[in-house]
């Protein structure tokens, strides 16, 4: 009798254990946002260089205080150049929510940001999206391309609608484009990554590809993914350099259809580059 009551303690200690667990985990991941630093090229934690924040995937339901807390390190930072790879809202009614967040960055620093699905399925008004960003310094690429002269060197910033529910076209983002010194791609579905690459073979030269989408999985088990959005790919996060150009996609702020994260922390991505 006495060993059925201890095994039964067992089991629903361990459940409730378990359950901690996977709440503090979840918790952890979703709302304590990471920051990730690369130095690329000749670039050390000494050197001077420049400093580009990608932000990706908020899917802005709130500005939670995970969201003030990333913010508060990028503007410690002091980056010079922000960069969002689209989902940025996925409700046309969360304008407002766009609103708040920008007025949270350093007004001063310029901000440079793509679309991604969840703004064309969420039928956010792309017009009046587009004015709130001008309101905060920053600009809307699609399918377009900007020159920003950053520490005397020309950064080319090409920025791609989304792949999936807009109308991605590499050729035409590249179009009349300025000499520049680096050249960074914007593309929000890491599936793009095929066409690009063929099209890499001619000009210009890409330096690297940043994109999101994918949120890492939003649940990754160990390298088991159960699902990734259409427009992922191949892709799940991170680096991906086994050819020309590179590529690094990132796992995102936000969360999409339901609010986890296992296995898949939010995070942000600074890259510092040769000034």
Request: charged letters at 15%.
């Amino acid at each position: 009798m006495n060993i059925k009551i201890n095994r039964r303690k067992f089991i629903i200690g361990f459940l409730l254990s378990a359950t901690f667990l996977t709440l503090i985990d979840w918790f952890w991941e979703v709302f304590v946002i990471k920051e990730r630093r690369f130095y690329l090229g000749k670039t050390t934690e000494s050197s001077p260089a420049i400093k580009i924040v990608q932000i990706s995937d908020l899917h802005l339901q709130s500005i939670h205080w995970g969201i003030k807390r990333m913010v508060q390190q990028i503007t410690r930072l002091q980056p010079d150049l922000i960069c969002l790879t689209g989902d940025v809202i996925d409700k046309a009614e969360n304008l407002t929510l766009v609103q708040e967040f920008l007025a949270l960055l350093p007004v001063q620093v310029p901000k440079v940001a793509i679309l991604g699905n969840w703004e064309y399925w969420g039928r956010v008004d792309l017009s009046a999206l587009k004015k709130i960003y001008a309101q905060h310094n920053m600009q809307l690429l699609i399918n377009q391309n900007q020159l920003f002269e950053l520490r005397s060197k020309k950064i080319l910033i090409s920025g791609c609608d989304s792949l999936v529910g807009g109308q991605a076209n590499y050729y035409q983002t590249i179009e009349n484009h300025e000499l520049f010194d680096f050249h960074l791609v914007m593309t929000h579905c890491p599936a793009h990554y095929a066409q690009i690459s063929e099209d890499y073979q001619a000009q210009p030269k890409i330096d690297l590809i940043i994109a999101g989408h994918t949120h890492g999985g939003q649940i990754n088990l160990a390298g088991y993914v159960p699902f990734l959005p259409q427009g992922s790919g191949r892709f799940v996060a991170g680096w991906y350099k086994a050819s020309e150009p590179p590529m690094y996609v990132s796992r995102g702020v936000g969360t999409s259809i339901y609010p986890i994260r296992l296995g898949a922390p939010a995070e942000y991505a600074v890259f510092y580059i040769e000034a």
